[in-house]
Structures are given as structure tokens and as C-alpha cells.
């Protein structure tokens, strides 16, 4: 029987928190847990040439900087790893011969292919390319537009697909084409001249005071056709037709004074008069005792 050390000095580890093997040659094994964990006898036994096998009961101690030495290789990657990946330059489309109009050749590249992303009612990545001054601004990656440099801006390197999580457009249909890509880089060599709009990137707001107004449904009524006039019944005395009836007649129908029909009837209207006082009769009012 061999008895591995499987007891460290230090804080404990739940290794045998649930059941597992451990598929190789116990001496070997038991070495290299030597060697990495500091282990002492521990209670229970491996025998050679077999699997070792640790219980649900069983459990082990490691020291913490043993523990910090185990978890440092995962976070210390190396630093190549962590720089990107270079772009090649060499796929970029060469660049367009002769002058370049931005609101002829370039704008409508940017109104038909990146609008719908960063536009007005959506900015991916903090990028506006509908305003200049957002637009040379750049987004949350900073400037995407380096005038006179076509192969250094990011605006380049997205619509020509250099880099595959951020290519413009994301649709593959709706790429651009080299010679569209050629006339960016020319307007960006140029020295990305944009006719100055006028225009304030404002962030859009979703608070109901910032949305645009919207008509309200309402419920159609129908406008009555005639009108009661007269002292005469509602029902035998009309107006005419709006439709057939002249200005004077509808003015003479709705500026009819009102009629005793309209007035409430005499005996309410005297019900809300001031009430009188009645007057007080003397045998009504007793005497004091002590008068004569």
C-alpha cells in the first residue's frame, strides 16, 4: 500500500466535493501531487498499478499561494496574444483616380449602406455618418476618418472587411464594391472634404417629451343635418339641409332667440326664489316668570 500525501497545511480545498478518476499510473501521480501540492499522509491508501479514486468524503489541503500559482497561468496570457491581429493592407482596393465629389460620389455610398446602423434612429457603436461633425468625431473607438490617410482609417478597414466583427455593412449582399471602396479612399487622401450642413449631432432621447408628435385617434361623430328652430315642435319646424341651405338661413336658424320651451316652468322658477321669513306672532313667544 502507498500512502500519498494528501493533506497540505494551509486552507481547505473540497476536492472531493463529488466523485472522480484520476486515469493514470498512481506512482507517477502521487509524484507530481507531491511536487505541486506539498502533500502529507492523507486518510486514505492507493495501490500501485491502479486507479486512484477519490470519495465524495474524502478531501485535501493546499496551501493559498500554491492556489495562486495554479490560477496565474490562466490569466497570464502572453502579450502577443493580447495585441491584434494586424491587418493586411495589401487586400485594400487602390485608390480612385481623379477628384472625388463628396455629395455626388460619396454621400449616397453612406445614405444607402451605413445609415440604417448609423444614422438618426440608430448609432451602432456611438458612430453617426449622417452629420459631419459627429462623423469626423468618431464613435465609441475613437476617429474613424483620418484625413489624408485612407489606409489608416477605420472606415477603410470596415467597408473594405479587414476585420470580420466589423465590417460595413454587416450583410455580405450589401458590401461594398472595390471601385466604391477606391472612391472613399481618394475622398478620404483628398483630405475628406465635407461641405459643412450645419447640423448638431443630438443624442436621441427616449423620454416621451423628446418623441416626435403623433395624431390621435378620434372617434367619428356624426355632424347633424337640421337644427330645431321656432317656437314650433323639433319635430315639424327644421332647418334646412347644411348642404342645400344658404349662410343667411343657417345664420338665421342658429341665432334664433330662445323660446318659453327652453324656460323652466313658473312654478319651479318661484320654488327658487328667496325663501320669505315668517313672521313671529307674540302668543307664540312665552313670558318670562318673573314679569308681570
Request: charged residues 20%; aromatic residues 4%.
Amino acid at each position: 500500500m502507498v500512502q500519498p500525501a494528501l493533506a497540505a497545511e494551509g486552507s481547505l480545498i473540497s476536492c472531493g466535493q463529488f466523485a472522480r478518476t484520476i486515469e493514470m499510473h498512481p506512482p507517477i501521480a502521487i509524484g507530481a501531487m507531491k511536487n505541486l501540492w506539498e502533500l502529507q499522509p492523507a486518510p486514505f491508501s492507493v495501490e500501485p498499478n491502479r486507479t486512484l479514486r477519490v470519495q465524495p468524503a474524502d478531501y485535501c489541503m493546499a496551501k493559498p499561494t500554491t492556489l495562486i500559482l495554479l490560477l496565474f497561468p490562466v490569466f497570464a496570457l502572453p502579450a502577443a496574444e493580447l495585441k491584434s491581429t494586424p491587418l493586411d493592407l495589401r487586400q485594400l482596393p487602390p485608390v480612385a483616380a481623379g477628384p472625388v465629389d463628396f455629395v455626388k460620389d460619396i454621400q449616397p455610398l453612406l445614405a444607402a449602406k451605413c445609415h440604417a446602423c448609423h444614422g438618426l434612429e440608430k448609432q451602432k457603436g456611438g458612430l453617426r455618418l449622417d452629420i459631419k461633425a459627429a462623423a469626423l468625431a468618431g464613435g465609441d473607438h475613437g476617429p474613424v476618418v483620418i484625413p489624408g490617410k485612407s489606409a489608416e482609417s477605420k472606415l477603410v478597414h470596415a467597408v473594405a472587411r479587414l476585420t470580420p466583427d466589423g465590417a460595413m455593412p454587416p450583410k455580405e449582399a450589401e458590401r461594398f464594391s472595390p471601385a466604391e471602396i477606391g472612391r472613399i479612399r481618394a475622398w478620404i487622401d483628398a483630405g475628406a472634404i465635407w461641405p459643412d450642413d450645419g447640423k448638431v449631432a443630438v443624442k436621441k432621447s427616449d423620454h416621451w417629451a423628446y418623441q416626435p408628435s403623433r395624431p390621435r385617434r378620434t372617434s367619428r361623430v356624426p355632424l347633424p343635418t337640421r337644427f330645431a328652430t321656432g317656437s314650433s315642435p323639433p319635430s315639424t319646424t327644421t332647418c334646412p339641409s347644411i348642404s342645400s341651405a344658404s349662410s343667411n338661413s343657417l345664420a338665421t336658424c342658429c341665432q334664433t332667440p330662445p323660446t318659453r320651451r327652453r324656460l323652466p316652468p313658473v312654478s319651479i322658477a318661484r320654488r327658487l326664489q328667496t325663501p320669505k321669513v315668517a313672521p313671529i306672532r307674540r302668543s307664540s313667544v312665552a313670558r318670562p316668570s318673573w314679569t308681570a
